[in-house]
Nanobody
Framework: QLQLVESGGGLVQPGGSLRLSCAVS????????IGWFRQAPGKEREGVSC???????????SYAGSVKGRFTISRDNANNTVFLQMNNLKPEDTAVYYC??????????????????WGQGTQVTVSS
């Protein structure tokens, strides 16, 4: 049974860091692009970062402009886990963060409608 479980969210002060994890079971990540998305109250779900199917040091990545330079996506196919390192967090980063898979490797545009098999989400709150 396919399952995606996000973890690592929490309450952090502005300027702080969090590392989100997405543990996937029921399939091999080798054949999927992976994305992190977020949804704040009253807002549409948006792409945060996506990573291509390849499990190598050259895996292609994409980032939303608002997080570029602060967030880093990575994948560990051997352990079927994807990470999102979030540094210099801002109050506008507050949202529920989700991971999802795409078997067609559509990582570049990182559009949530292209992704499937969503996790339950993890809450990130940035506040002083």
């Amino acid at each position: 049974q396919l399952q995606l479980v996000e973890s690592g969210g929490g309450l952090v002060q502005p300027g702080g860091s969090l590392r989100l994890s997405c543990a996937v079971s029921g399939l091999s990540l080798d054949y999927y692009a992976i994305g992190w998305f977020r949804q704040a109250p009253g807002k549409e779900r948006e792409g945060v970062s996506c990573i291509s199917m390849s499990d190598s040091s050259d895996s292609a990545t994409s980032y939303a402009g608002s997080v570029k330079g602060r967030f880093t996506i990575s994948r560990d196919n051997a352990n079927n886990t994807v990470f999102l390192q979030m540094n210099n967090l801002k109050p506008e980063d507050t949202a529920v963060y989700y991971c999802a898979l795409d078997p067609f490797d559509r990582w570049k545009l990182c559009v949530f409608s292209d992704f499937e098999s969503w996790g339950q989400g993890t809450q990130v709150t940035v506040s002083s």
